[in-house]
């Protein structure tokens, strides 16, 4: 079963538009989820993680208990954020899932 | 260099070598984790070590053995392996056990097995 679901492999929105990366989860108990960014060259690392409702670089992602969902929103997509992002979801149990990731370039 | 490293970059090994991958993270986090990144898949698990013990095993098959003598290393042996065992093999390390802590990852090992 999958258990993050990210239905865009690839993304491309124009420098200054709206971006959102869709993430859907399958239910199970009460699951932590995260966002992690890899940038051309450089390792995977974490964007954020909703328990901190913060936003990082301008994101910002709402967990969406109803939708099962977890978006990455930005209202205005910059040059420097074309990346592939992952989803991933851990919940208690030890059980830690990511995305098959979703790759976002920002058209100058 | 500081973070969490990883050697080789790189190895091209037959199916009847053996070799070892090699993990060191020099923050001074208490868990450790190597996953495997196959294209077109998501990121696997393979194996969760906290303070030196191993806390979860996800049907990893037993020609990967992993070692952790010590926090700041973690090993992960490979023998007899398959053509699609080929990936990048990440390593990461978060402060405490439990996968709801952040995660810092290593740059990886792309292995081919030919």
């Known amino acids: 079963a999958q258990r993050v679901t990210q239905p865009e492999k690839l993304l491309s929105v124009f420098k200054g538009a709206p971006v959102e990366l869709k993430c859907n989860y399958s239910?199970?108990?009460?699951?932590?989820l995260f966002w992690y960014v890899q940038y051309s060259r450089q390792r995977l690392q974490l964007l954020l993680r909703?328990?901190s409702r913060e936003s990082i670089k301008g994101f910002t992602a709402d967990l969406n208990k109803g939708e099962t969902s977890f978006h990455l929103k930005k209202p205005f997509a910059q040059e420097e954020d074309s990346a592939m992002y992952y989803c991933?979801?851990?919940?208690?149990?030890?059980?830690?899932?990511f995305g098959t990731g979703t790759s976002l370039t920002v058209i100058p | 260099e500081t973070g969490v490293t990883q050697t080789p970059r790189h190895l091209v090994m037959g199916m009847t070598n053996k070799k070892s991958l090699k993990c060191e993270q020099h923050?001074?986090?208490?868990?450790m984790y190597w996953y495997k990144q196959s294209a077109k898949k998501p990121l696997e698990l393979m194996f969760v070590?906290?303070?030196?013990?191993?806390?979860e095993n996800n049907s990893v098959p037993s020609r990967f053995s992993p070692e952790c003598p010590n926090s700041s290393h973690l090993f992960l042996h490979l023998h007899t392996l398959q053509p699609e065992d080929s990936a990048l093999y990440l390593c990461?390390?978060?402060?405490?056990?439990?996968?709801?802590?952040?995660?810092?990852f290593g740059p990886g090992t792309r292995l081919t097995v030919l």
């Open positions: 990461a390390s978060s402060p405490d056990r439990g996968l709801g802590d952040t995660q810092y």
């Open positions: 239910y199970s108990g009460s699951p932590e």
């Open positions: 909703h328990i």
């Open positions: 991933a979801r851990w919940n208690t149990g030890n059980q830690f899932y």
């Open positions: 923050l001074g986090h208490n868990a």
């Open positions: 070590y906290s303070l030196e013990e191993r806390v």
